[in-house]
């Protein structure tokens, strides 16, 4: 059970550096630098997994949306929209990608699906609310990502 909670947060974690790594000033026009601000978060989180029970997966006091760094998700979305947008724009270009990337804002509670992803970006979908911060027992099963 251990082992499995540990797998499926590193699972979350491989999909999000791996989604935020092809997202680069570049690429986007320098509209997704707000991807590596998340992408460091989540990095640091992960870094600090064992000294603080918060962001260490096999804690009773982990907490999923802190570790995935979801309150600057919400807050990205809600203030920038246009950087956060950018992710909408690389799913569309590789969509094996959907399924991890809508799972991982389902968990912040901002998105649950590509479509609905669409509306908030083209604005017909309201702003998300604030992330709630609890605690996960046990997370659900997550698709991991082929190699690249």
Do not use: R, Y
């Not at 949306?65 to 690389?90: G, H, R, S, W």
């Not at 968990?107 to 996960?136: Q, R, W, Y």
């Amino acid at each position: 059970m251990e082992k499995m909670s540990i797998q499926v947060v590193l699972a979350i974690l491989l999909g999000i550096m791996c989604v935020s790594m092809p997202i680069t000033p570049s690429s986007a026009q320098n509209n997704g630098l707000c991807w590596n601000n998340i992408n460091k978060c989540i990095t640091d989180h992960a870094s600090q997994s064992a000294v603080e029970p918060k962001f260490d997966p096999a804690s009773p006091s982990f907490n999923i949306t802190e570790f995935l760094c979801c309150p600057l998700m919400v807050q990205t979305a809600q203030n920038d929209k246009e950087c956060f947008c950018v992710i909408d724009t690389v799913i569309h270009q590789d969509p094996s990608l959907a399924s991890n990337i809508t799972n991982i804002f389902s968990l912040c509670s901002i998105v649950d699906s590509v479509a609905s992803l669409d509306n908030f970006c083209l604005g017909i979908a309201p702003t998300p609310a604030e992330a709630p911060l609890f605690p996960m027992v046990e997370a659900p099963m997550m698709p991991v990502l082929p190699p690249l």
